[in-house]
């Protein structure tokens, strides 16, 4: 028992800044360019799109926030993301542009 704990403590330790660790951001990357989600970025945007992660007055101002607008965004062109898919792009986002703990 006491090893698992152990275990738990040093899993805990190494995650800590991760909020999505479950994710994998390399999964994540494709899921983007698989979903075109900066076609419509890049309207509003303009460059390759990615701006709108980065903008002065964005809307994501935390973890659970960037998965209700990944939710918002992917409804508005009929697609339902999968829990891990959420996670996966989540990651990737989070660790490129939002840097959530
Ligand atoms: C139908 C057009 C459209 C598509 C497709 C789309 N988005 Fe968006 N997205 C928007 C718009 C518009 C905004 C800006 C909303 C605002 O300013 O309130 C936005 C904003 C965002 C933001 C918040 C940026 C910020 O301000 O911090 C995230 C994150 C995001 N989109 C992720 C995604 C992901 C992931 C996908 C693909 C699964 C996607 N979007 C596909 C239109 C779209």
Do not use: W
Not at 65 to 71: G, N, Q, T, V, Y
Not at 89 to 100: C, D, V
């Amino acid at each position: 028992m006491k090893k698992y704990l152990f275990l738990l403590f040093l899993i805990a330790g190494t995650a800590q800044a991760e909020p999505f660790a479950k994710g994998n951001a390399e999964t994540g990357k494709q899921l983007i360019v698989k979903y075109d989600c900066e076609s419509c970025h890049k309207g509003k945007m303009g460059g390759n799109g990615s701006a709108i992660y980065t903008r002065a007055n964005r809307v994501v101002t935390s973890a659970a926030i960037l998965i209700d607008r990944m939710e918002q965004c992917s409804g508005a062109i009929g697609k339902q993301l999968s829990e891990q898919e959420k996670l996966d792009l989540a990651a990737h986002l989070n660790q490129t542009y939002y840097h959530f703990e």
